[in-house]
Antibody, heavy 120, light 107 residues
């Protein structure tokens, strides 16, 4: 069973860049899945950030598109998220997730999440 | 973006009860509707996809129905482990969007 694990700094300064990595275990990142990022501000709901396929194709939430980059590293079986020009509003638990192809962003399995706080 | 609205926002029930949560979309989404369960401090888990299909390992007391703009999640014979927050998600259009959540609490 595919498992995912997020990692990265838990604290980012305002105007800086948030960088997270999601390692994929128990399956190949070149399998028939999209790989997604979702975030959840403390005590609030879920917001889809974007996703990537192993071909390099990406989909982004238009609300974040100007600040987001999702990349994939086949050699390390992982994918990453970069969000620049962060503010306190970007403070959230960030999850990576697996999206089986043809399910239209159905998040079939998730990492445990990592809290990122934006603060000076 | 398609707005998803869940009702109620919170719900109190007892073990053994049957509960229903509603999710409404701001425009038609056919049957492209998923449900997730989230417990405190944990990642959400997929329960139901494409309105009524149970994800692997999900107990049969969970069921989903609906189409167009109105959908329901029903839990029959609530168990202690069912007390959690539930989210709906539309996958009809990009960006995918979620409801605000329904917190199911023990009465």
């Amino acid at each position: 069973q595919v498992q995912l694990q997020e990692s990265g700094p838990g604290l980012v300064k305002p105007s800086g860049t948030l960088s997270l990595t999601c390692a994929v275990f128990g399956g190949s990142i070149t399998s028939n899945n999209w790989w997604s990022w979702v975030r959840q501000p403390p005590g609030k709901g879920l917001e889809w950030i974007g996703e990537i396929y192993h071909s390099g194709s990406t989909k982004y939430n238009p609300s974040l598109k100007s600040r987001v980059t999702i990349l994939l590293d086949k050699s390390k079986n992982q994918f990453s998220l970069k969000l620049n020009s962060v503010t306190a509003a970007d403070t959230a638990v960030y999850y990576c997730a697996r999206v089986p192809v043809m399910t239209g962003s159905t998040l079939a399995s998730w990492g445990q999440g990592t809290l990122v706080t934006v603060s000076s | 973006d398609i707005q998803m609205t869940q009702s109620p926002s919170s719900l109190s029930a007892s073990v053994g009860d049957r509960v229903t949560i509603t999710c409404r979309a701001s425009q038609t989404i056919s049957t492209f509707l998923n449900w997730y369960q989230q417990k405190p401090g944990k990642a959400p888990k997929l329960l139901i996809y494409v309105t009524s299909n149970l994800h692997t390992g999900v107990p049969s007391r969970f069921s989903g129905s609906g189409s167009g703009t109105e959908f329901t999640l029903t839990v029959n014979s609530l168990q202690p482990e069912d007390f959690a927050t539930y989210f709906c998600q539309q996958t009809h259009s990009v960006p995918t969007t979620f409801g605000q959540g329904t917190k199911l609490e023990i009465k």
